[in-house]
């Protein structure tokens, strides 16, 4: 099961993050995702917690995103998080329009 929130910038998502540990999620089950790949990578890092790499999606998948476009690749991203396909595009979305998607999965 995932928890999902949508927040505007960096501030609203370390207060998302806070908010999902004190409801029992785990650091480590908590991704951020951004349409700014450098934005994304950044927020990630200050926030200390994880990006979606091969062990959430495979090693396929993983490498076929080098190939698709960012949208396609958030989507992917998503979605191997347990996240419909119908969701992910809901929450992609919501990035084109500059904000940014805080995913717990329990």
């Known amino acids: 099961m995932e928890n999902v929130k949508i927040v505007e910038n960096g ?24 349409h700014d790949k450098s934005r994304s990578e950044n927020l990630t890092d200050y926030l200390d917690i994880n990006d979606v790499g091969v062990e959430e999606q495979g090693i396929f998948d993983s490498i076929t995103n080098v190939f698709r476009t960012r949208g396609d690749e958030l989507r ?31």
């Open 11 to 34: 501030v609203q998502a370390k207060q998302a993050i806070e908010q999902l540990i004190m409801q029992g999620s785990k650091k480590d089950d908590i991704y951020l995702f951004a």
């Open 76 to 106: 992917s991203k998503l979605e191997s998080l347990g996240i419909s396909t119908a969701e992910a595009e809901r929450y992609e979305e919501e990035l084109d329009h500059g904000r940014c998607v805080v995913v717990a999965i329990n």
